[in-house]
Structure formats: structure tokens, C-alpha cells
């Protein structure tokens, strides 16, 4: 029995329920597409139809400049991870953290590509990412019994890590499995399933319960497994997170620029054409004017125009033209968007001095510059010392005693392709 009165997949920590709607937000604002506009595109007003929106939804294309000034950092801090140094450790570790021997995930991946592609961008839009350190579960205590098995990593997002407390001793996190069907072997569904873990006297006890299935389970029957890694003096758990979120500012910047730009194309391909105009006597008019308005090919309802056509038009009355509306308001709203573009890119302090910088001086364009490089370098050390827990757990499961040294570069800089070459040459 769970040491709870209370169903323990129904806990969720303070933080998490003050933080979710955010997240939900930050991710869809990062990842743009198609969900990103049919949940945040709004209409104009009451007085727009609902399948004039519909319509207008569909001409609407993604902003993602948000989540591409976030990209910027992320390829920034990835470009340094060739000089990422690990020594020592396990064989294992370091046969891993190349690569070699299906990887650090057991899907070929190098320990940079695991941080860089799947760590990175969670930590810089989430704010927090978890990465679980696996190990298999071992047949005996003599190596050959044990060839081929070593730990192994796999990442929480922010979403799923529900519950932990101050200590480290207790954790609860959800796992995001597929549903098979039976007699075809192939995926027909997603389901869920929770991990419960626990410090005891003699190790960390794993507790795994099933997803939702109804509101009067019987006691205990949703646990599907329990056991004990013994020997372990922590949970294999290891938690990155940073002070602030890149998106929790720009996020919502995102979402203006969308729905601005959706009312710009709207007004484009809608009201911003020209018409034709002409002068008449009504008095003179009213003799040729059709009787029913059933007839409106007849003189005085409809005329033939183009570039071919020639009008007549009475002495003394102004020559027939076209006009349109002011691009007054159009040109408004468009400086407007490269605005709000510029603001995301200042709010994220991404490229001041090759943009738009700051200020007029060399010397700020310099503090600016170095203030950009200290927060890639705090970003930097998030990952190292996440990194070196990471060694840490990788070893107590190894049992060699040697545990692997990790050191991320000091400095970064975020330039430009151009700005590489010239420094190159």
C-alpha cells in the first residue's frame, strides 16, 4: 500500500499548478504551426461572422519569430559542445557519450546530441527539464551474465515531472506510453502510466501505476510493479532548470504579432483594391435607367472597363478614375509588426550589435555584448552541472568507483555566419 490516503496520480506540486497553463502556452508559441494559430488567432469583433473567421484562419500564416530568436540561443551554445570535455569513468560512459554502442539513449545518440537537440530547447523555452538515468535489470552479480547492459537515458518535460519535494526523496513523474493492438502489433493509441519513487534505508523503491481507468479502483489495483534499486543513495533523477524561461516574456509578443498579421493579409486581399468612379446627371441618367431591376446589362446599370475600353464622359464633368483606400492605416500596422519583431529579438538579447543595437557607442554596444555571453555562460553551467550528476548516477551503476569528469566551455558568443568567416580569416 502507498504511503497515502489519497490517490498518489492525482498529486501535483504547488509549482506545477501555477505553472501549467504557462507552459502549455510557451510550448505551442515555440513550436508554431497549425495549433498554434487555430488556439490563439482571435476575431476581430462580434461583428465578424464566424465563416468570415473560418475563412480568414485559413489565409493565416505563423509568425514563429519567438521561437526562432530561442533557436538562435539554442544553436549558439551548440556550436560550442564540440569542446565539451568528459574523462574518465566507465568504460560504458565514455563508449556512450560518443555514441558507440547505441548511444546514451540506446538509440545512437552522443551524449552532445542528447543535451544539445532534446535537453537544450526543453530547458530554454520550459524553464526546467528531467532527465532519468535507466539502468536494465540485471540477471546476476557476474559480468558475463550482464554483456551489453548498461544505463541509459531518457528526458521528462516540465509537464511530466507532477510532484517532488524539498529533499530529493520523493518523486513522482508520468510516462507517455503507446497503446497496441493485440493482434496486429501495431500502435493504435496513447496512454499513460506513473512512476513513484521513494528513499528507503536500502535503496530507492520504484513504484509504477497505470493510467486513469476509473474513479472507484479498488485499493492497490492500479499499481502494475514494484521494486527496489538497491544500494542507490539517490533517486536516478536529475533535474536542469533555469531562473527564467527565454519564452515567458515573448511568448505573448508571439501571439500579438499573430493576430496583427492575420488582420494585414485580411485587409490585403479584402478591402485593399481599387474601384471605378464616374460622374453622372441624374436628371439625364434617369431617362436611360432601366425600369426592372431584373435587367442590369442595360445602359446605366453596368459599363465595360479595362485597359482596351475607352469612356466618354460629359464637358465639364471630371474624367472618370479609380481609387482606393489610404495605405495610411496598412503602413501603420505593418511598422507595427517589425515592432514587435525588433522587441522580441531586444527581449532576449540576441544579436544587439549585428541588429539593432542599443546604443550608439562602441563601448555599450560591448556591455551589451557582454551581458549576452555571461547568460549563454549561465546556461552553460545549468548543463554542466547537470551533466555531472548525470556521471555521477551513470557510475554507482557501473560500480567501479571512478567517477567521470565534465567540463563546458567557459565563454560563448552568438554571431552570425558572416561574423564567423571574417573572424575565421
Known amino acids: 500500500m502507498l504511503p497515502t490516503s489519497v490517490d498518489i496520480r492525482h498529486l501535483r506540486h504547488p509549482y506545477y499548478k501555477s505553472r501549467i497553463s504557462d507552459w502549455t502556452r510557451w510550448r505551442d508559441c515555440y513550436y508554431g504551426g497549425r495549433d498554434f494559430i487555430n488556439r490563439y488567432l482571435e476575431a476581430y469583433s462580434a461583428r465578424e461572422t464566424k465563416p468570415a473567421f473560418e475563412k480568414r484562419k485559413k489565409l493565416t500564416y505563423c509568425p514563429r519569430f519567438a ?19 568528459r574523462t574518465g569513468g566507465p568504460k560504458s560512459y565514455q563508449d556512450a557519450v560518443q555514441g558507440i554502442d547505441g548511444g546514451v539513449d540506446l538509440e545512437g545518440s552522443s551524449m552532445n546530441r542528447f543535451i544539445g537537440q532534446m535537453v537544450l530547447p526543453e530547458l530554454l523555452v520550459m524553464r526546467k527539464v528531467g532527465v532519468y538515468v535507466d539502468m536494465p535489470q540485471l540477471d546476476g552479480p557476474t559480468m558475463a551474465n550482464n554483456i551489453g547492459k548498461k544505463p541509459y537515458l531518457y528526458y521528462y518535460t516540465a509537464e511530466q515531472i507532477l510532484s517532488w519535494n524539498e529533499d530529493n526523496t520523493a518523486l513522482l513523474i508520468k510516462d507517455n506510453t503507446n497503446i497496441k493492438d493485440e493482434a496486429t502489433g501495431l500502435i493504435k493509441g496513447n496512454g499513460s502510466q506513473f512512476r513513484y519513487y521513494s528513499m528507503k534505508p536500502d535503496g530507492v523503491e520504484v513504484v509504477i501505476l497505470n493510467g486513469f481507468t476509473g474513479p472507484k479502483e479498488p485499493e492497490d489495483s492500479s499499481i502494475l510493479s514494484r521494486y527496489l534499486l538497491p544500494g542507490m543513495s539517490q533517486i536516478p533523477f536529475v ?5 527564467k524561461s527565454l519564452m515567458e516574456d515573448i511568448a505573448d509578443y508571439q501571439i500579438a504579432l499573430l493576430n496583427v498579421m492575420s488582420s494585414d493579409l485580411s485587409y490585403i486581399l479584402l478591402s485593399n483594391f481599387p474601384f471605378y468612379t464616374e460622374q453622372y446627371d441624374p436628371r439625364a441618367e434617369s431617362a436611360f435607367r432601366a425600369t426592372s431591376p431584373t435587367t442590369p446589362t442595360e445602359e446605366g446599370h453596368e459599363i465595360t472597363i479595362g485597359a482596351t475600353t475607352g469612356r466618354r464622359y460629359p464637358i465639364g464633368a471630371e474624367a472618370p478614375s479609380f481609387v482606393h483606400p489610404s495605405p495610411e492605416p496598412l503602413e501603420i500596422s505593418m511598422k507595427k509588426e517589425e515592432q514587435i519583431k525588433a522587441e522580441i529579438r531586444h527581449l532576449l538579447n540576441l544579436t544587439l550589435s549585428q541588429t539593432e543595437p542599443k546604443f550608439a557607442s562602441a563601448e555599450s554596444k560591448g556591455m551589451d555584448q557582454r551581458s549576452l555571453e555571461a547568460g549563454l555562460s549561465a546556461i552553460g553551467l545549468v548543463l554542466e552541472h547537470g551533466e555531472r550528476q548525470i556521471a555521477q548516477i551513470w557510475s554507482s551503476y557501473d560500480k567501479n568507483g571512478q567517477v567521470p569528469t565534465v567540463n563546458y566551455p567557459k565563454i560563448y558568443s552568438l554571431k552570425s555566419d558572416e561574423d564567423r568567416r571574417k573572424e575565421a580569416k
Request: avoid cysteine.
Open 67 to 85: 521561437g526562432a530568436a530561442v533557436d538562435d540561443v539554442k544553436n549558439s551554445i551548440y556550436q560550442r559542445m564540440v569542446d565539451i570535455v
Open 239 to 243: 533535474t536542469f532548470e533555469i531562473t
